[in-house]
């Protein structure tokens, strides 16, 4: 096998691994300890400022989409739609373009070093390589609030990168995001 047919074949091969190794979300949840969650038995979704009285005010598809997929998980785990809840569901999405400068030993082969009659050739290490890699990072942020106390009582921030177009496949990352983050939610209603 020559030369060429080698560096293409591993060329392949790391591109093949680089496809798989798709970069998985940060996750954090906490929930407050002195809680006793075995008390709420209902959920609805939190009225934010401008929304109006009957909690459609998600409106975008996204946050519909979204909505709906913590309705799933929220029912999933017993809890019941109700009017005069228990637990008010909050969620925020973001997504901002972030830039990730990295620095690395250059490649280059080394220079000639005429320094003593050339007997020395300068190391890789004295000259840097900078990367500028740019990419679009999304955060989901999902509170569950006491709603009686109007306290904060379980919250979880999912954080990364966004690939492919964002407009394809709303419903299935929705999904995919919403769950991820309730894996974190060890809780059921009434128990």
Do not use: H
Request: aromatic share 10%; glycine share 6%; hydrophobic share 40%.
């Amino acid at each position: 096998m020559s030369v060429t047919n080698r560096c293409l074949m591993v060329i392949v091969a790391i591109a093949a691994l680089a496809a798989c190794a798709a970069p998985q979300p940060e996750i954090r949840s906490d929930f407050d300890r002195n809680v006793d969650f075995s008390a709420f038995r209902t959920y609805n979704i939190m009225l934010t400022a401008g929304q109006n009285t009957t909690g459609d005010g998600y409106g975008t598809l996204v946050g519909q989409r979204i909505r709906a997929a913590v309705e799933r998980e929220m029912e999933s785990r017993g809890y019941v739609k109700d009017q005069a809840p228990d637990l008010l569901v909050n969620f925020t999405l973001t997504v901002q373009s972030v830039q990730k400068v990295t620095q690395v030993p250059s490649q280059n082969a080394p220079r000639a070093y005429y320094y003593r009659g050339g007997y020395y050739r300068t190391w890789n290490t004295y000259s840097y390589d900078t990367w500028v890699r740019e990419y679009d990072e999304g955060t989901l942020l999902i509170d569950i609030v006491d709603a009686q106390r109007q306290q904060l009582v379980w919250e979880a921030a999912g954080t990364g990168r966004l690939k492919g177009d964002l407009s394809t496949d709303i419903e299935a990352r929705a999904n995919r995001a919403v769950a991820l983050l309730f894996e974190r939610y060890p809780f059921r209603a009434g128990l």
